[in-house]
């Protein structure tokens, strides 16, 4: 079986920013509270010109750039995201605007999972030997969906994009296993608590002819119920990121780096001692960027990677947690 590697990391640049000073102009809210509560202290906005598609592309193509990949190289584009410019699907529009015009490009909406979701699903298709180079972006644009009047959410969320090149790996000379950059991965679900974080449709009966009547409406802004996501995930989390190492035949001793999602340092620093792994080996940027859901994990790998934090052979831990609920951990070797 062929494996697989990632070979380059990418982020979007988002230059406007907005911080907890500017927050507490808008809702009754603090500095304090926030770098105390989150650990985050600014957040970026998407620009007027900005899209979802647009930062996506950006990310993917450095991306691309630090693989020394042309984007016709590229076989499979896969996007996840929760916050597409079009509900058909944002993918398409990356795959144009990158150029990548032999790859076939579709989104994948889990959330603050979504990422590693995406990870796992693209490797799918590298094992099976169907494609040779995927790109797999997270990015997502929350801002179009918060409710800037509640203070309990719209301290936490922020723009962003990430992305990663993944690579077959064939072992040319027929002798030896090739290595593998996916070492174990865990995914799960659970819809009966759904309820904790939504982004719904709320419903709009319209009468059609006779009668028919449709059932149209829209989107309102996210609800979120803190207090059982933050149990959700210091309990769960744990638990997925040791059976993803049970697959890989690792132990927490074996992790370089410990790459959560963004959401709360709080969670960050509750997991790694549940885990025992030194705070000094928690990769975190949220203090920066806040959470940005599905963009939140690569975003913070592209930057430790040009950092130079992350090492070619470094052993990450990844989890993704969030609406869905859904969550899941991939244990990743980079470079
Ligand atoms: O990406 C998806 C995954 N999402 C998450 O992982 C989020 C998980 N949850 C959390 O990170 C935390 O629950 C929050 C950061 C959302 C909230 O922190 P908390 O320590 O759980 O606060 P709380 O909801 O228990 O609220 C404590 C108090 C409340 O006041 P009372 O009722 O005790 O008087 C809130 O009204 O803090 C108040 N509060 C605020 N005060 C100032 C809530 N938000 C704010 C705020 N500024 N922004």
Redesign the pocket.
Known sequence: MPGVALVGSGSADLPATLTNDDLSQLV???DD??AS??GIRQRHLAGADDSLASLAAAAGKNALAMAGLAPEEVQLIVLATSTPDDLFGSACQVQTLLGASRAVAFDLTAA?SGFVFALVTAAQYIYTGVFQNVLVIGADVLSRWTDWDD??TC??FGDGAGAVVMQRQDDSQGTEEPGNGLLGFELCSDGTLNNC?NLSYQVASKPLVGDLTVQQGQFVPIT?N??E??KF?VSRVPEVIEKALFRANLTTADVDWLLL?Q??QR?LDAVADRLKIPRDRVLSNMIHHG?T?AASIPLALDEAVRSGQVQPGDVIATAG???GLTWGAAIVRWG
Do not use: E, K, P
Request: proline share 0%.
């Open positions: 009754d809210t603090s509270w926030i509560r989150t603050c203070r309990r301290v936490l974080l979120m803190g207090r996501v933050y995930a999602h959401a709360n969670i959470n859901s947690f969030g609406a």
